[in-house]
């Protein structure tokens, strides 16, 4: 499976972005899809997951509330509604797929290349 992420950019604390990624090459309905980031000298964290089917979400309580995870298994995407941007939330955030929404990136097999999204203070 192939992923591209793409959506993010610039914005100001309080907006909002949505990040999408694009699947191919595989059966994207048989995986389970996950959003991570990795700020500068930090480790890569979980943001969100959803199960294949869409029916089980998952967040990091950092975003909870704010960012939204969805996914349409007929167009091979997958997003993330980011509202309410603040500076800590500056990354480049990273698609994935697995056979579990879980939240360590080593359970997941296939990586997008990554967007960068600025939240400027």
């Known amino acids: 499976v192939q992923l591209q992420a793409c959506g993010g950019g610039l914005v100001q604390a309080g907006g909002s972005l949505r990040l999408s990624c694009a699947a191919s090459g595989g059966t994207f309905r048989s995986y389970d899809m996950g959003w991570f980031r990795q700020a500068p000298g930090k480790e890569r964290e979980f943001v969100s997951a959803?199960?294949?089917?869409?029916?089980?979400?998952y967040y990091a309580d950092s975003v909870k509330g704010r960012f939204t995870i969805s996914r349409d298994n007929a167009k091979n995407l997958v997003y993330l509604q980011m509202n309410s941007l603040k500076s800590e939330d500056t990354a480049v955030y990273y698609c994935?797929?697995?056979?579990?929404?879980?939240?360590?990136?080593?359970?997941?097999?296939?990586w997008g290349q990554g967007t960068q999204v600025t939240v400027s203070s």
């Open positions: 994935a797929a697995g056979l579990r929404a879980v939240t360590s990136p080593q359970e997941y097999n296939y």
């Open positions: 959803i199960s294949w089917g869409g029916a089980r979400t």
